[in-house]
C-alpha cells in the first residue's frame, strides 16, 4: 500500500521510508505521529538516534551508496545498501527488503555509516568539484572541456582496475617535482581560491 499524502497515514501503513534532505529529516519526524510502522530513513550523515529523540516506536536505516540525478535512471540491484535498526527483528526485516533491491546489502552502525559517507563525498562530490574547476580553467583559455574527457576516463579507469587507488596517481606532486608546482601556482596567481586548493592538495599527495 502507498500514499501520496502524510495526512494518509493510517494502521495499515507498515514502512515508511524518509528520503528528503538530510535537515528536514528531524522535523518531519517531531512533526508526524508514524504509530507502529517502521520508520527508516536514508541518509548517510544522519544518525538513528535523531528518531528515538522524536519518539519514533519502531524505526531504522536504509542508506544507498549511490549519487542520484533527475536526469539519470540508476540499477537499484547494483547499489550498496547499508542498514540499521534498532530492534533485531526489525533489523531482519529491513535486511530481507533491501535484499530483494540491492545484491550487496551491510549492516552499519551510524558512527561507521557517518564515515562512510564522508568517503563517499569524497570519491564522488570532491572529485566531480575537481572536474568543475579544470572546466573553468580550460574555458579561461577558450578550450573545451572534452578535451580532458579521456584523461579522465583513464584516471578512474586505473583508479577502479585495482584495490588501491594510490597507485594509479601521477602528476608532479606524487613525482616530488616541486619546479613543476610552483609554476603551476604561479599561473594560478590570479584565482587565489584555486591556488590554495591546489596548494593544499599538492602537499597532501607528496605527504603520501
Known amino acids: 500500500m502507498g500514499i501520496n499524502h502524510l495526512a494518509e497515514l493510517n494502521n495499515a501503513v507498515e514502512l515508511i521510508i524518509i528520503s528528503i534532505s538530510d535537515s528536514e529529516i528531524e522535523g518531519v519526524l517531531k512533526a508526524v505521529n508514524f504509530g507502529n510502522a517502521m520508520v527508516v530513513h536514508t541518509a548517510g550523515s ?21 549519487t542520484f540525478s533527475c536526469t539519470r535512471s540508476v540499477s537499484l540491484a547494483q547499489v550498496p545498501l547499508f542498514i540499521e535498526a534498532a530492534n533485531p527483528n526489525d533489523l531482519q526485516e529491513l535486511k530481507f527488503l533491501a535484499k530483494k533491491i540491492s545484491s550487496t546489502v551491510t549492516e552499519l552502525d551510524s558512527q561507521q555509516r557517518m564515515l562512510l559517507h564522508v568517503a563517499a563525498v569524497f570519491a564522488c562530490n570532491f572529485t566531480n568539484h575537481m572536474m568543475t574547476i579544470s572546466a573553468s580553467l580550460l574555458k579561461n583559455v577558450n578550450q573545451d572541456f572534452e578535451l580532458v574527457k579521456p584523461l579522465i576516463q583513464e584516471t578512474f579507469e586505473k583508479a577502479l582496475a585495482g584495490d588501491n587507488p594510490a597507485e594509479a596517481q601521477t602528476g608532479p606532486a606524487v613525482r616530488g617535482d616541486v619546479v613543476t608546482v610552483k609554476k603551476h601556482m604561479e599561473a594560478l596567481k590570479n584565482d587565489t581560491a584555486f591556488q590554495q586548493l591546489y596548494q593544499l592538495i599538492s602537499e597532501n599527495i607528496m605527504k603520501k
Do not use: C, E, I, S
Not at 46 to 66: E, H, K, S
Open 46 to 66: 544522519v544518525p538513528m538516534q535523531v528518531m528515538a529523540d522524536a519518539g519514533v516506536a519502531r524505526y531504522g536505516v536504509l542508506y544507498p551508496l549511490q
